[in-house]
């Protein structure tokens, strides 16, 4: 599954990389916003909650229509939300680096793109575009890799997310310093969501990082268990999505303590 769609981005990059120049991206920089620091907020009391624009999933099939991104971002941003997580990965999710403009310009809180990143062009791409935050997937780079990458965003002022979903991947991202640890729940080599895996993996990452948990959120109780184990930050999107009330939704998974 992961594997597939690692190529079909890679298809779809090169594309975008026939018409726009990294010295076009890096120009782009000069006119973009300052990044905006969520950490601040992540390492605050009570749970953060990262709120995701999400249309569809390999894993769900269709989610919600989600005509205007930014209306939902609001909601989200107004029920409280430390960031908003935007899925710009086109051919499985449905998303785009436009939805993640509309998002940044309409909302006050940091902006998180989420894709399938292995390169350094989708790293200024995602910089150029605005996002505060980018997503680093372990599983997805090999060796030095991962370091690479994660250095990069850095120098470009991104927040890295670092994903995990096993032992040895968790050994990687704090070895690298990843400040922002995120557990997936749902291993995307086989789309299950286990939600023991975070109490599994949390205490293997150490407490001066902040640890999200993300996937299979459906509500407060399951924010309770998380922030039971360890998680200051909880990433969701499904739930949200298909919520009539995201304002709310967001409102009543905020600033959930031991
Ligand atoms: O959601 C999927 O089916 C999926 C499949 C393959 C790779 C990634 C996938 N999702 C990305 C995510 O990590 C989730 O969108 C995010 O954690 C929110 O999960 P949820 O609250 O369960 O929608």
């Known amino acids: 599954m992961l594997d597939g769609i690692v ?6 990059l ?7 120049s990294e010295a076009d ?3 782009a920089l000069a006119d973009v916003e300052p990044p905006r620091d969520p950490m601040p907020h992540f390492r605050g009391p009570g749970s953060s909650v990262i709120a995701e624009v999400k249309r569809k999933s390999p894993s769900k099939g269709a989610l919600a229509d989600i005509p205007d991104p930014a209306a939902l971002a609001s909601e989200y941003a107004a029920g409280g ?7 710009t990965e086109q051919r499985r999710f449905g998303g785009s680096l436009d939805d993640l403009r509309a998002v940044r310009a309409t909302v006050d809180v940091p902006v998180l793109r989420k894709d399938f990143i292995v390169t350094e062009y989708q790293l200024l791409e995602a910089r150029a575009a605005g996002a505060d935050l980018a997503l680093l997937m372990v ?3 090999p060796g030095e890799r991962l370091r690479q990458l994660h250095d990069y965003a850095r120098e470009l002022g991104l927040t890295v997310l670092m994903e995990v979903h096993d032992e040895a991947e968790t050994a990687r991202a704090v070895e690298v310093g990843a400040e922002l640890v995120g557990v997936n729940a749902r291993n995307l080599k086989t789309l299950e969501v286990d939600l023991d895996v975070f109490g599994r993996l949390a205490p293997l990452i150490p407490d001066d990082r902040v640890k999200v948990a993300e996937s299979g959120i459906f509500g407060p109780q399951d924010v309770e268990r998380f922030v039971g184990e ?13 919520d009539g009330a995201p304002r709310e939704a967001v409102a009543a998974m ?3 303590t031991r």
């Open 7 to 12: 190529a079909g981005v890679l298809e779809d």
């Open 14 to 20: 090169a594309v975008r990389q026939a018409t726009t």
């Open 25 to 27: 991206l890096r120009a």
């Open 81 to 87: 939300a430390a960031a908003i997580s935007v899925l």
């Open 139 to 141: 599983v997805s780079l």
């Open 230 to 242: 360890g998680a200051g930050v909880v990433l969701v999107g499904e739930a949200l999505v298909k």
């Open 254 to 256: 905020t600033g959930i």
